[in-house]
């Protein structure tokens, strides 16, 4: 016989009835952990609020720009009496900084923080969302319906609906006026500038960005103070999309730097003279060099006056012209200077520069180079951001390109084939090129924050004012 | 609970919501310019779902506190706390935008993922663990009264014992306390009435030497010492081989205490298993209540400070 | 041959002649001659295993003459020196494993076999005595179990069959190791034994002896004597009994005084004596709250609570339960419903019940006037009841004073007019059963009406395989309708369960009730029709379902299990914690309890189709609904019994404090707890249709379920059962 038969009641009467009421450890240790750990959330934001650390409640790390703010949430989130929410208001942000207006006819001014969106960790503020600009761009209105340009008015983003740049949309062509064959100077050259040698001339040899220091390689050595004048000369406009370009844009082609080792100025046949003319010069400033160039050149030598054909350019079988013309030093000179304009207009100058002759005068005209510095007038290239590639990569028409007239500005897809709205490709949102403010309008603030206060708390916030117009 | 196929609904209703919630997240950034946000409308959306969801999980809790409140029946309340807590997860990460945010958006975060993780391990543990128990432990009991129980099974031994080999001379067995509302009030045999001080069927000193011995020494200790895994009774090939041996020196007569002392035997090991089963079947919830309690607490503030500023 | 033709023939000598088919021991007895013998007696069968009575009847063998039939011409002799030394080695042979004296030649020096023994002069036996003893079972409280005094002569086993038909007693193992056992060799005390003592009437020897009761507690109160057999033998009611007998018992019968306002037995107690009055006056009353448990939501809508309260019929109205004006107790009169409190009596009998069956008190009774009583164990008791001159007074006190409450009380007798009472009061007989008796047999003739008076009736179908229970009557509850109404046959066997008493109307009566009230025939034919329904259908069921566990663990017997899917149940207490709440924090469901498949059938009502509960109820107020939902009425006494004996530990007591009356301090009041008995009531007070622990269940895995259909396919394929030892 077994101990017992188990059944129903014999088991049921070994359990105490009030078992339940009764606490076990379990449920005491879930009772005390739920307790325990609750009370540890509360203790913990107590002492945030007591230590007045607000961080805890901060969304996210703010900005580098802004992580002196961290603490400091009565900075930007403003306390109105009535209202309970505490939003950033664009006040705030006109305090430090001034965020001059896109357009002057946009029908819609967006808040500074429904872009500049802040808590997101260290990252760029001016690195705002494509749907920031697309709210307009995706459909654009305009003040009284009138653009005073032409684009395209339903632009999704860098990658959708983007129209092709404009220089290379309109098919104007380059404007500049220098005559030059890319594909000639990109062929390998039997001459250098020290005598018979073959070279090959890079692209960089005549095309760098300002703070570049290398000495050329077939110029002068840049100067410091060159370097301040290509600077200026490259930004001779002020440029509304950057308020401090530095090395974005190639400096501008310098006859001294870049053509004057193979192409001298000659003027003279008879080589009389060891240095061409003076180049950046009017011509009247260059006839005048010439007139005095040659009379100098008389009164030294009297006996040039007369002139003895070479022997040696008879070689033609014609028959001789006089051998021998006295002419007065006066005479001399204008026929001397008379044949090295000749040489300069026809020849030398007007190899690269364009000259007209307008009827009646003496002396031609040179047009202005009228070189472009920047291709894209709404848009920010920086060719230093791209040093890592080769120049024709982009630019591959160089290589081809024999008229000045051929625009060498690679077009949108170029760009596209690594700026591309993906993972492990180049930024494509809107901000990489574009700038909402017009930073051309920028007006200077005036600070306010003393080194405590943004340390130890900003007490007092100055009570809202309305935002001047245009001051987003 | 086990899920099967009665969680039908609500599976398809979680997979249904989960597929517009992903379509959502995936559209809305379309529109506002600031993309995904947990402060954007549909942002905030997300999170009143979600923590609407936490909540109502969490208030499970609560309706098992107040079972006979017709609220609906709590296992529809665990279907919606099981699927719906589940739910809360993605739909946070859609709030937050697969972003932590600052100190109390991470600690949160932190907190939801331990509640999911524990209540998912949980979930599993009840799909295997009630089976086991069932297959391994035919005599359980229950978990609170193993203790009260195990005494029971003590005083059985020594009764038995005690039966055909006289009095032991060890503590007096009835000095445990019934509780109130037990035996007497429930009209059970009082269990002192079952087995009389004097042996019924009394052997000599020297037939009751090996069980005597063998109880005092080795039994008796391992039944009143709760908890000492490595007692070679503790384990049930060893503890038949023991019984074998012990019946091979003991009078045929004694048999039958014998048998009945391997089944208290047995009944013991079986209980120890059934609360090392417990201990699991229940142990995540020391973690996933607590936790859960002190995200809805954290949750709270941060719904007030985030919708403040 | 005939039956009645007479035989002829010769016993030691002398010629005799006995009807055929005797047997030559009652040949010889007929005739003045005695043949020893152990093993027969005149009730019970001869079977012829002592072989004490061996004569010679002139064969080669020895006859063993209780079991002989006698022959024409048949030359007997009982008292040759060779048969006398048969005799000698038999009885020395069973004395040597004789412990002598054994407990009845030490209580009583009437020992027939030491007796014999003497008588043959048998002083030390010559054979070896056997070595292993037998042992004792001391468990009965009333009888003594010695098995080595036992001597195999069965007639303890015939008087407990045959006799009393419990079938308690049988015989197990063989050679050494045969012995008598009750049951399946349990415990005498642990067995169905009903303790009627026919076996220890019936033992020859020490092996059974009557275990002598303790004397009643006279305590030190000078107004408690023990009364002498010569005080008692001068009252009416105990004309006619043995002075011996009673000197025998004596201690337990004391006269005692009680004054006026005292109390003389709480409702409740345990108990076992009954009280005569002798003098005075007294008053029986209920002095729980007569109200049942009811469990309510305390509010409307979502957040409402639930409460137990204790609530009368008129406020909470139950099935049925409005026409019950009486409150059956263990006295001559029934309780008022509204009006709990009666008087009784000098010659008054109480606690009846309590002192045969040893049932609670089921009433308080204070002493109106200075009393004079008799408390009496339940031998004396016995000896009361079998008194003629006392069973004809309480008779009449009977007809006088209960009958018309007793049969109106049953709610379909409740228009009997008083000239038919009148009627009925001449002719019902109170009919008294021992436990097991059967009172009335499945297929025989149905000849009368019976009305339980004390105890409890079991109603029973045999089919082939066994019994089935289909019901269990008592106080109030009739039956034999079914017989008479219908063809005349019973359709079931009645049995007495414990001590009972019955009112039987004969079936001349019966007819003439239901001719001149058509309305009583009318309910008695729905309730005839209603009741064979149910039989039917229960029998239905066990003939469907042949599974043994199923069966052994009564799920069969269940309407409504409470099962926890054991798969998905994560032991949360969820659902004990609900029940707990709905109850005020009184649970009535323990998640503990057998496995079925892989359910755990927990400890919570089942609704049983044989609700052993209803056992033994003192005032009977644990009932079944007509969907028969088990019950508790209005004046539950909070005695525990029905805990006690539901075999599931479903029942659990529900305490509530009272407001009553400062014994100490009169006019004040003071708060009692009393107890309620109360079990699952599947929450159905309230307007929701789950109870409270499915409901409260969080994973899926506490249902209420008909064990019968949701184990349907179960029971068709009869798994591999996953069940505890």
């Given amino acids: 016989m077994a101990r017992f038969t188990r059944t129903t009641k014999k088991l049921a009467q070994r359990i105490d009835l009030q078992y339940f009421k009764r606490s076990s450890p379990f449920r005491r240790w879930r009772f005390l952990l739920s307790v325990g750990l609750t009370a540890l959330a509360v203790v913990w934001l107590a002492w945030q609020t007591l230590a007045r650390n607000n961080r805890a409640y901060s969304s996210g790390q703010m900005a580098t720009a802004h992580s002196l703010l961290a603490t400091q949430c009565a900075a930007c989130h403003v306390s109105r009496t009535g209202v309970f929410r505490e939003h950033a208001t664009n006040q705030a942000c006109l305090e430090c900084h001034d965020g001059p207006l896109h357009h002057a006819n946009q029908v819609f001014a967006p808040d500074c923080a429904s872009c500049h969106v802040e808590h997101r960790g260290p990252v760029r503020l001016a690195a705002t969302s494509d749907t920031n600009c697309t709210q307009c761009h995706g459909s654009l209105q305009a003040k009284g319906g009138s653009f005073s340009f032409a684009v395209d008015r339903n632009i999704e983003g860098f990658h959708s609906r983007h129209p092709e740049f404009a220089a290379l949309r309109s098919g104007k062509g380059d404007s500049g006026t220098i005559r030059l064959n890319h594909s000639v100077h990109l062929r390998k050259l039997r001459v250098s500038p020290n005598g018979p040698e073959e070279i090959q001339l890079d692209c960089d040899d005549c095309h760098r960005t300002p703070g570049d220091k290398r000495p050329w390689r077939f110029g002068e050595t840049p100067s410091d103070r060159d370097e301040a004048q290509l600077r200026t000369a490259a930004m001779e406009k002020p440029d509304p999309l950057r308020p401090n370009p530095t090395r974005a844009y190639m400096a501008p082609i310098n006859y001294s730097k870049h053509c004057a080792a193979c192409h001298l100025l000659q003027f003279d046949t008879k080589k009389r003279f060891t240095e061409g003319v003076p180049h950046g010069k009017q011509p009247r400033e260059i006839h005048e060099f010439l007139m005095n160039k040659y009379q100098g050149h008389i009164a030294n030598h009297p006996a040039d006056l007369r002139t003895i054909p070479m022997p040696d350019q008879n070689l033609t079988g014609k028959p001789a012209s006089p051998l021998a013309q006295n002419l007065s030093p006066p005479q001399w000179v204008d026929e001397q200077v008379a044949e090295a304009e000749k040489i300069l207009w026809r020849k030398t100058c007007n190899q690269c520069h364009t000259l007209s002759f307008p009827k009646g005068a003496s002396l031609p005209e040179v047009a202005p180079p009228n070189i472009p510095v920047k291709w894209m007038l709404h848009a920010a290239f920086d060719h230093n951001a791209h040093r890592m590639m080769t120049c024709t990569s982009c630019h591959a028409g160089a290589t081809t390109s024999q008229l000045t007239s051929d625009v060498l500005l690679p077009g949108i897809q170029n760009c596209r084939q690594c700026h591309r709205p993906v993972l492990d490709a180049a930024e494509s949102r809107c901000f990489e090129c574009h700038t909402y403010h017009d930073w051309s309008k920028e007006k200077p603030v005036k600070g306010r924050f003393t080194s405590q206060e943004l340390l130890h708390g900003i007490a007092t916030f100055p009570q809202p004012r309305d935002a001047e117009p245009g001051q987003r | 609970m086990l899920i099967d196929e009665t969680h039908k609904k609500w599976r398809d209703f979680s997979l249904v919501f989960l597929l517009v919630a992903t379509a959502f997240y995936c559209w809305y950034p379309m529109r506002p310019p600031q993309g995904r946000n947990g402060g954007s409308a549909v942002g905030i959306a997300f999170g009143i779902i979600g923590s609407a969801f936490m909540v109502f999980a969490g208030l499970l809790g609560a309706r098992k506190k107040f079972p006979v409140w017709r609220l609906g029946p709590a296992q529809t309340w665990m279907r919606g706390h099981l699927w719906l807590g589940l739910l809360s997860l993605p739909l946070i990460l859609f709030h937050g935008a697969f972003r932590f945010g600052g100190t109390l958006t991470t600690v949160l975060m932190v907190l939801l993922v331990i509640v999911i993780v524990s209540g998912v391990f949980g979930a599993v543990l009840q799909h295997y663990m009630p089976r086991m128990m069932t297959r391994e432990v035919p005599l359980e009991t229950i978990f609170e009264q193993i203790d009260s129980v195990r005494a029971q099974l003590l005083e059985e031994a020594d009764k038995s014992v005690a039966a055909v080999c006289g009095p032991l001379g060890v503590m007096a067995v009835g000095s445990r306390k019934l509780p109130a509302g037990g035996y007497s009030e429930r009209g059970g045999a009082t269990p002192a009435a079952a087995a009389a001080a004097t042996p019924a069927l009394a052997l000599t000193e020297e037939d009751s030497a090996p069980l005597r011995s063998f109880y005092l020494r080795q039994m008796r200790p391992h039944l009143e010492k709760p908890g000492a895994g490595d007692h070679p009774l503790a384990d049930p090939g060893k503890a038949s081989g023991i019984f074998e041996e012990l019946r091979k020196r003991v009078p045929p007569m004694v048999q039958e205490t014998v048998e009945d002392l391997e089944d208290i035997c047995e009944e013991e090991r079986q209980l120890r298993r059934q609360a090392r089963l417990h201990h699991w079947l229940h142990g995540w919830l020391l973690l996933h209540i607590p936790v859960s309690l002190a995200l809805l607490v954290l949750g709270a503030v941060h719904a007030y400070k985030a919708l403040r500023f | 041959?005939?039956?009645?033709?007479?035989?002829?023939?010769?016993?030691?000598?002398?010629?005799?002649?006995?009807?055929?088919?005797?047997?030559?021991?009652?040949?010889?007895?007929?005739?003045?001659?005695?043949?020893?013998?152990?093993?027969?007696?005149?009730?019970?069968?001869?079977?012829?295993?002592?072989?004490?009575?061996?004569?010679?009847?002139?064969?080669?063998?020895?006859?063993?003459?209780?079991?002989?039939?006698?022959?024409?011409?048949?030359?007997?002799?009982?008292?040759?020196?060779?048969?006398?030394?048969?005799?000698?080695?038999?009885?020395?042979?069973?004395?040597?494993?004789?412990?002598?004296?054994?407990?009845?030649?030490?209580?009583?020096?009437?020992?027939?076999?030491?007796?014999?023994?003497?008588?043959?002069?048998?002083?030390?036996?010559?054979?070896?005595?056997?070595?292993?003893?037998?042992?004792?079972?001391?468990?009965?409280?009333?009888?003594?179990?010695?098995?080595?005094?036992?001597?195999?002569?069965?007639?303890?086993?015939?008087?407990?069959?045959?006799?009393?038909?419990?079938?308690?007693?049988?015989?197990?193992?063989?050679?050494?190791?045969?012995?008598?056992?009750?049951?399946?060799?349990?415990?005498?005390?642990?067995?169905?034994?009903?303790?009627?003592?026919?076996?220890?009437?019936?033992?020859?020897?020490?092996?059974?002896?009557?275990?002598?009761?303790?004397?009643?507690?006279?305590?030190?109160?000078?107004?408690?004597?023990?009364?002498?057999?010569?005080?008692?033998?001068?009252?009416?009611?105990?004309?006619?009994?043995?002075?011996?007998?009673?000197?025998?018992?004596?201690?337990?019968?004391?006269?005692?005084?009680?004054?006026?306002?005292?109390?003389?037995?709480?409702?409740?107690?345990?108990?076992?004596?009954?009280?005569?009055?002798?003098?005075?006056?007294?008053?029986?009353?209920?002095?729980?709250?007569?109200?049942?448990?009811?469990?309510?939501?305390?509010?409307?809508?979502?957040?409402?609570?639930?409460?137990?309260?204790?609530?009368?019929?008129?406020?909470?109205?139950?099935?049925?339960?409005?026409?019950?004006?009486?409150?059956?107790?263990?006295?001559?009169?029934?309780?008022?419903?509204?009006?709990?409190?009666?008087?009784?009596?000098?010659?008054?009998?109480?606690?009846?019940?309590?002192?045969?069956?040893?049932?609670?008190?089921?009433?308080?009774?204070?002493?109106?006037?200075?009393?004079?009583?008799?408390?009496?164990?339940?031998?004396?008791?016995?000896?009361?009841?079998?008194?003629?001159?006392?069973?004809?007074?309480?008779?009449?006190?009977?007809?006088?004073?209960?009958?018309?409450?007793?049969?109106?009380?049953?709610?379909?007798?409740?228009?009997?007019?008083?000239?038919?009472?009148?009627?009925?009061?001449?002719?019902?007989?109170?009919?008294?059963?021992?436990?097991?008796?059967?009172?009335?047999?499945?297929?025989?003739?149905?000849?009368?009406?019976?009305?339980?008076?004390?105890?409890?009736?079991?109603?029973?179908?045999?089919?082939?395989?066994?019994?089935?229970?289909?019901?269990?009557?008592?106080?109030?509850?009739?039956?034999?309708?079914?017989?008479?109404?219908?063809?005349?046959?019973?359709?079931?066997?009645?049995?007495?369960?414990?001590?009972?008493?019955?009112?039987?109307?004969?079936?001349?009566?019966?007819?003439?009730?239901?001719?001149?009230?058509?309305?009583?025939?009318?309910?008695?034919?729905?309730?005839?029709?209603?009741?064979?329904?149910?039989?039917?259908?229960?029998?239905?069921?066990?003939?469907?379902?042949?599974?043994?566990?199923?069966?052994?663990?009564?799920?069969?017997?269940?309407?409504?299990?409470?099962?926890?899917?054991?798969?998905?149940?994560?032991?949360?207490?969820?659902?004990?914690?609900?029940?707990?709440?709905?109850?005020?924090?009184?649970?009535?469901?323990?998640?503990?309890?057998?496995?079925?498949?892989?359910?755990?059938?927990?400890?919570?009502?089942?609704?049983?189709?044989?609700?052993?509960?209803?056992?033994?109820?003192?005032?009977?107020?644990?009932?079944?609904?007509?969907?028969?939902?088990?019950?508790?009425?209005?004046?539950?006494?909070?005695?525990?019994?029905?805990?006690?004996?539901?075999?599931?530990?479903?029942?659990?007591?529900?305490?509530?404090?009272?407001?009553?009356?400062?014994?100490i301090q009169p006019r004040r009041k003071m708060a009692v707890v009393k107890q309620k008995a109360t079990s699952c009531d599947l929450c159905s007070d309230t307007k929701y249709k789950e109870p409270s622990c499915v409901y409260a269940c969080p994973h899926d895995a506490a249902h209420r379920v008909d064990p019968t259909t949701f184990f349907a396919d179960k029971l068709g394929q009869a798994p591999g059962l996953t069940l505890k030892r």
């Fill in chain 3, 1 to 663: 041959m005939s039956p009645n033709a007479l035989v002829e023939l010769t016993i030691d000598g002398k010629r005799v002649s006995v009807p055929a088919g005797t047997t030559v021991f009652d040949a010889a007895r007929m005739n003045g001659i005695s043949i020893p013998t152990l093993c027969h007696q005149q009730n019970e069968t001869p079977v012829g295993v002592c072989r004490v009575c061996v004569v010679d009847v002139g064969r080669p063998i020895y006859a063993a003459s209780c079991v002989r039939p006698v022959e024409p011409g048949l030359v007997v002799t009982t008292n040759s020196d060779k048969v006398i030394q048969a005799r000698r080695t038999l009885l020395e042979l069973l004395m040597s494993d004789h412990p002598t004296p054994c407990l009845r030649q030490q209580h009583s020096r009437d020992c027939e076999l030491e007796a014999l023994a003497k008588q043959a002069g048998i002083t030390q036996p010559r054979f070896a005595r056997r070595t292993v003893a037998h042992g004792n079972d001391d468990s009965s409280l009333a009888i003594a179990v010695n098995f080595d005094a036992c001597i195999l002569c069965d007639r303890c086993i015939r008087g407990c069959n045959e006799v009393r038909g419990n079938f308690v007693l049988g015989r197990m193992g063989k050679g050494a190791q045969a012995g008598i056992a009750f049951d399946h060799n349990l415990q005498m005390g642990d067995s169905s034994c009903v303790s009627c003592g026919e076996c220890m009437v019936s033992c020859p020897t020490g092996a059974l002896t009557n275990k002598k009761t303790l004397p009643i507690d006279v305590g030190p109160d000078h107004s408690a004597k023990i009364a002498e057999p010569d005080e008692l033998l001068q009252l009416p009611v105990f004309k006619g009994v043995s002075g011996t007998f009673l000197e025998l018992n004596k201690g337990a019968i004391v006269r005692r005084q009680f004054r006026r306002g005292e109390i003389i037995c709480k409702e409740g107690e345990y108990g076992s004596t009954a009280f005569y009055i002798l003098e005075g006056k007294s008053q029986v009353s209920i002095r729980s709250p007569i109200a049942h448990v009811k469990t309510q939501d305390t509010a409307r809508g979502f957040l409402s609570k639930m409460v137990s309260t204790l609530a009368r019929r008129k406020e909470h109205p139950r099935e049925e339960e409005a026409n019950r004006r009486h409150i059956p107790i263990d006295a001559p009169a029934d309780l008022a419903y509204e009006n709990p409190v009666a008087e009784m009596g000098p010659g008054d009998l109480f606690g009846e019940m309590t002192c045969m069956s040893f049932y609670p008190r089921s009433a308080t009774v204070r002493a109106l006037t200075d009393c004079t009583m008799y408390e009496m164990n339940r031998n004396v008791l016995d000896i009361l009841q079998r008194n003629k001159t006392f069973k004809e007074r309480l008779d009449s006190t009977y007809r006088e004073r209960a009958l018309s409450n007793h049969l109106r009380g049953v709610p379909i007798f409740a228009e009997i007019t008083d000239d038919f009472l009148d009627h009925l009061r001449k002719t019902v007989e109170l009919v008294r059963y021992a436990p097991g008796q059967v009172i009335c047999k499945q297929d025989d003739p149905a000849r009368s009406f019976y009305l339980v008076r004390i105890g409890f009736v079991k109603v029973s179908e045999t089919y082939p395989g066994g019994e089935l229970v289909l019901a269990y009557l008592s106080r109030g509850n009739y039956f034999g309708e079914i017989g008479l109404l219908g063809g005349g046959m019973r359709t079931a066997t009645c049995t007495a369960l414990d001590h009972v008493e019955v009112v039987r109307i004969n079936g001349e009566d019966f007819k003439q009730m239901i001719e001149r009230f058509p309305q009583i025939r009318r309910g008695l034919e729905a309730a005839a029709q209603e009741r064979l329904q149910q039989n039917r259908d229960r029998l239905a069921i066990v003939r469907s379902v042949p599974l043994d566990h199923f069966l052994a663990q009564g799920l069969m017997e269940a309407q409504s299990l409470l099962i926890l899917d054991l798969e998905k149940c994560t032991r949360c207490d969820a659902c004990v914690r609900a029940c707990a709440d709905a109850h005020n924090g009184v649970t009535r469901l323990v998640r503990e309890g057998l496995r079925f498949d892989k359910y755990l059938v927990a400890t919570s009502c089942r609704q049983c189709r044989d609700p052993l509960c209803m056992v033994g109820c003192p005032v009977g107020s644990i009932r079944r609904r007509n969907s028969l939902e088990v019950i508790i009425e209005d004046w539950c006494i909070g005695c525990g019994l029905c805990a006690k004996n539901c075999p599931y530990g479903n029942i659990n007591l529900h305490p509530f404090e009272v407001m009553e009356d400062d014994p």
